[in-house]
């Protein structure tokens, strides 16, 4: 029987308070995300986490003082695993999971892939939107702990699926619960976590525009089933520090939804599982703004989990890889997403 290792890639979060800390530092240490020479960014990076993980611990206590990402992300690889049990046949899956900056690092990761024995392997972000600062940088780090394991497996990629059909049908879904709830009268934000312009124009980086085509598919979704959605827009959160980022804000967006005198429904575009972008800076604070500005309904659209639509989209992502002729395949050799060759699409070689 052959055997299939699938590597479900995610940011990570703390455990626990005492790697709060710890945890921004290897975020802010990535060069995908600070851009200096290693001296420099290692010091920025004690810096920052130092600085901000008084606040961190505060958000994070919100949920009982750790990150839910990892158990979030554990039920989304069980059942992308029975998934492709049930699919493939004469081949046992096992999907793992590796974090970026917190623990199951990629180093633990491939120890329990090369005990596992596979005869091929898919990596699989759980990041729908490519990025030089999320895909990018796990694609890197996982090159180079495999290289350094010796780990040597056929392996494909999926970069990127803003638009996969079932996850925009699992946003879709989530969306009509959510308008249903909140009335008349309503605008909805398509929230994403947002990027210094620097990052986006230096590294020509394909993000924004695939977060405004995941929004647009799900917005033609509404429409093919007879429900046009008339206001809505993209906005970007979790702003920090003092670089420009890309826009709108999701805060200016809800202040300015209050002045135009809606309701607001907020779906969380970029977050395919709950942790603190949702559960805290979308369920207490922005609700806090939005009650403040004088917004009686608002309404946060659940991240999708484990929806069954997404699973199964997922598992189409890994099957549809396994046949790719080619290393990458975000969305199939004739429908690929990122067209410039100037961009950080990894699959602009293949063209």
């Known amino acids: 029987m052959k055997r299939l290792a699938v590597i479900a890639f995610n940011l990570g979060g703390p455990d626990g308070p005492a790697a709060v800390e710890p945890f921004l530092f290897n975020l802010f240490f990535d060069p995908a995300i600070i851009g200096m020479p290693r001296p420099l960014r290692w010091l920025l990076a004690k810096w920052i986490s130092k600085k901000r993980a008084p606040v961190a611990k505060d958000i994070y206590q919100h949920m009982g003082g750790k990150s839910p990402i990892l158990d979030l992300t554990r039920d989304q690889a069980k059942a992308l695993q029975a998934a492709l049990g049930a699919q493939l046949d004469g081949v046992e899956v096992q999907v793992f999971v590796s974090m970026r900056y917190w623990h199951p690092f990629s180093g633990e990761v491939v120890n329990d892939v090369k005990a596992f024995a596979p005869d091929q392997i898919v990596l699989l972000p759980l990041?729908?939107?490519?990025?030089?600062?999320?895909?990018?940088?796990?694609?890197?780090?996982?090159?180079?702990?495999?290289?350094?394991?010796?780990?040597?497996?056929?392996?494909?990629?999926?970069?990127?699926?803003?638009?996969?059909?079932?996850?925009?049908?699992?946003?879709?879904?989530?969306?009509?619960?959510?308008?249903?709830?909140?009335g008349e009268n309503v605008r909805v934000l398509f929230?994403?976590?947002?990027?210094?312009?620097?990052?986006?124009?230096?590294?020509?980086?394909?993000?924004?525009?695939?977060?405004?085509?995941?929004?647009?598919?799900?917005?033609?979704?509404?429409?093919?089933?007879?429900?046009?959605?008339?206001?809505?827009?993209?906005?970007?959160?979790?702003?920090?520090?003092?670089?420009?980022?890309?826009?709108?804000?999701?805060?200016?967006?809800?202040?300015?939804?209050?002045?135009?005198?809606?309701?607001?429904?907020?779906?969380?575009?970029?977050?395919?599982?709950e942790h603190s972008e949702t559960l805290v800076e979308l369920d207490i604070e922005y609700r806090e703004l939005a009650h403040a500005e004088g917004i009686t309904t608002y309404v946060r659209v659940p991240a999708v989990g484990v929806h069954a639509d997404f699973i199964a989209g997922l598992a189409a992502l890994v099957q549809g890889a396994l046949q790719a002729e080619t290393e990458f395949c975000p969305q199939g050799a004739e429908d690929r997403l990122c067209l410039a060759f100037d961009r950080a699409c990894p699959a602009r070689t293949i063209r």
């Open 127 to 182: 990041y729908p939107q490519f990025s030089t600062t999320t895909t990018e940088s796990s694609f890197i780090d996982w090159d180079a702990t495999t290289a350094q394991a010796g780990l040597d497996v056929p392996t494909k990629r999926v970069c990127c699926y803003p638009t996969e059909p079932g996850l925009i049908k699992a946003q879709t879904q989530l969306l009509q619960a959510a308008l249903a709830e909140a």
């Open 191 to 273: 929230s994403a976590h947002g990027l210094p312009k620097k990052i986006v124009e230096g590294k020509r980086d394909p993000y924004p525009d695939h977060v405004a085509r995941g929004a647009q598919a799900i917005v033609d979704a509404l429409a093919d089933q007879g429900a046009p959605l008339n206001d809505w827009l993209v906005c970007y959160q979790s702003r920090v520090g003092r670089l420009e980022w890309i826009g709108p804000s999701t805060e200016d967006e809800i202040k300015r939804a209050a002045r135009d005198g809606k309701s607001l429904v907020v779906l969380p575009l970029a977050f395919v599982s």
